[in-house]
């Protein structure tokens, strides 16, 4: 095949592929602040806000370190995150003022994220907002 069919051949090609949008990875690095709800395992639910930073540490893992607070308590939690989509993001927090640990899930959408957290002792979920 001479170049100019060559040219031909593939100029069309390129063009297709570079009007496909790319899919972009969620921005979640940087302070994201929110509120929600927690549900202690024998207690009453109670209202929290956090606020939150996120740093990437490699490409698919994000650490987390948040300060929150209730009305009876301030404590912070750190975390990692591993980027499981685009806008997803499951990891593990630990708290070591009170010896807990548990499960995140994020769901990143644009400017907001959504924020579910299990433990041995409770479960609560939480929106945020980025900052």
Not at 29 to 55: D, M
Not at 70 to 87: A, H, I, M
Request: charged share 20%; hydrophobic share 35%; net charge positive.
């Amino acid at each position: 095949m001479n170049m100019r069919k060559l040219l031909l051949f593939v100029a069309p090609l390129a063009l297709a592929v570079s009007t496909v949008p790319a899919m972009a990875a969620s921005d979640i690095e940087g302070t994201w602040s929110g509120s929600g709800t927690a549900q202690p395992k024998n207690g009453k639910s109670e209202s929290i806000r956090c606020k939150v930073t996120y740093r990437r540490e490699s490409p698919k893992v994000v650490g987390v370190n948040a300060l929150c607070a209730t009305s009876s308590n301030k404590f912070r939690q750190t975390g990692s995150l591993l980027q499981v989509n685009d806008n997803r993001f499951v990891g593990d927090f630990h708290n070591s003022q009170f010896d807990v640990s548990g499960r995140l899930n994020v769901t990143v959408s644009g400017s907001s994220q959504s924020v579910s957290f299990t433990s041995p002792r409770g479960t609560g979920n939480m929106s945020l907002r980025k900052q």
